[in-house]
């Protein structure tokens, strides 16, 4: 097919050494699943027609390791997501779990005409613009996460709170619309490029109306969208765009912690697969961590470059061998000693807290998990009180 020859040669396909480290590298192929990126490569380069009909490229985490190893730099996460965009034109989407209701929320904000209470969750303490300012802060889903995740004992929104509290702190009055659409993040990694370009659209014109020069992200995944895939829709010029935890280490000096905090904690932090292996994001959440009195920071076996993913990226994943990578992750932060583990995007959280409510595992896998926004944001309440 002209389509996956095409796709073979704007990816690197054709490159490919057949060595095998793909495979190796893969934590579903790892966890025993038969699923191999190097067939999928293989079979791309034959122009095979079954790749983009079997659905088994939605096995993929994208998490981009095998990207990272690969030494014919062959992009296999591109590659994966262009043979997606064929497979759902062909009428081939995964398997959503939760019944699909989040897909089904993403599309009805692409279509548009339907009011969001996007700003309940705002409380009076917290200063924010709704129309024009030179600091936007982009709030992704986390208010339609907690209300999906009751179950988890999710509080996705503290984090979202904390973002506004700490850009408060430094004299700075967010713009937070109450028109921001889900990023779109999802859909296009699912092959549904129509409707996340109704998403992106809407939102470029959004935070451009507004002002803003400077456009802050908490979720790993919102970010990696806005600096990348929105970048072919931008007009004119973007704005800066940034981490929350690259924001806040810009303005480290400026923040003023306890000097005598309560008690010491020991904490690992979860690099997420869009913030790290995409974005090449490391030192910024670690700089924050690093700077707050009583936390101290010890690496999982596997973090930076290295990170295990938490298995859930696109609602696309969610089987055994999904379960097993995140039951191993959550024991490499166990050994670490740390008795939290800290994370910079709302659906490691997510997929971790699944993960915890195992009743076969008990306390085996569980450990307390927050946002890294809510320890800074502790910290500096602290000083305030």
Known sequence: MPDIAETARTTRAWACYDCGKCTATCPIARAGSNYTPRRHVLATNLGKREIIDNGSLFDCLTCSLCDQRCPADVGYTGLVRKLRELSFREGVEPE????????????????????????????????????????????????YYDTFFTDFQLATLEATRAAVRLMNNLGVTPVVSPDERCC?????????????????????????????????????????????????????????????????????????????????????????????????????????????????LVEMRRSGPAAICCAGGTWSNCDRFAKQIQVERLREARATGADMMVTACPKCQIHFRCAMKDPNLGSEIEIEMRDVAELVADALEKADG
């Open 96 to 143: 959503c779990p939760h019944g699909g209701a989040l897909q089904s929320v993403m599309r009805t904000m692409a279509k548009g005409g339907t009011k969001q209470n996007r700003l309940e969750w705002l409380s009076s303490d917290l200063k924010t613009e709704p129309k024009q300012g030179e600091v936007f802060y982009w709030t992704g889903c986390t208010m």
């Open 184 to 296: 779109g993040h999802d859909l296009l990694w699912n092959g549904d490029r129509k409707n996340f370009e109704l998403l992106a659209r809407h939102n470029i014109k959004l935070v451009a109306e507004r002002g803003a020069e400077t456009l802050v992200i908490s979720c790993a995944e919102c970010l990696r969208t806005w600096k990348l895939d929105y970048e072919p829709l931008f007009e004119g010029k973007p704005p800066r765009i940034l981490h929350l935890t690259e924001y806040l280490a810009e303005y480290l000096p400026k923040l003023k912690f306890h000097a005598n905090p309560p008690a010491k904690r020991r904490v690992t932090f979860q690099d997420p697969c869009r913030l790290g292996r995409h974005l090449g994001i490391y030192d910024a959440p670690r700089r924050m961590l690093e700077a707050l009195p009583g936390i101290e």
